[in-house]
């Protein structure tokens, strides 16, 4: 049964941090891991990537501020979001990419920034 549970989302004050961590189970040959996010009345946007040899790939509006990694071994990836702004409330979610095609889709984590 495949399966990515996300965990680490919340509220936060504006200049803190959140990490969000996805495990992916029952998924074989995955290739890239990434993190998407929707805001309210928005498109949904990639947030960053990783591949399995860890090279990253992030959006202009999160440089700097958040980190992504993975546990190969476990199938699973962090996001390491710091310096957080009202501007990253959104709706995240863990996307998998692996070998034929198959792209698998997390429910989402809400991640909320008060100012």
């Known amino acids: 049964q495949v399966q990515l549970v996300e965990s680490g989302g919340g509220l936060v004050q504006a200049g803190g941090s959140l990490r969000l961590s996805c495990a992916a189970s029952g998924i074989i040959s995955i290739n890239i891991m990434a993190w998407f996010r929707q805001a309210p009345g928005k498109q949904r946007e990639l947030v960053v990537s990783i591949t399995t040899g860890g090279g990253a790939l992030d959006a202009d509006s999160v440089k700097g501020r958040f980190t992504i990694s993975r546990d190969n071994a476990k199938n699973t990836v962090f996001l390491q979001m710091n310096s957080l702004t009202p501007e990253d409330t959104a709706v995240y979610s863990c996307?998998?990419?692996?070998?034929?095609?198959?792209?698998?889709w997390g429910h989402g984590t809400q991640v909320t920034v008060s100012s």
């Open positions: 996307y998998v990419d692996a070998d034929w095609r198959r792209q698998f």
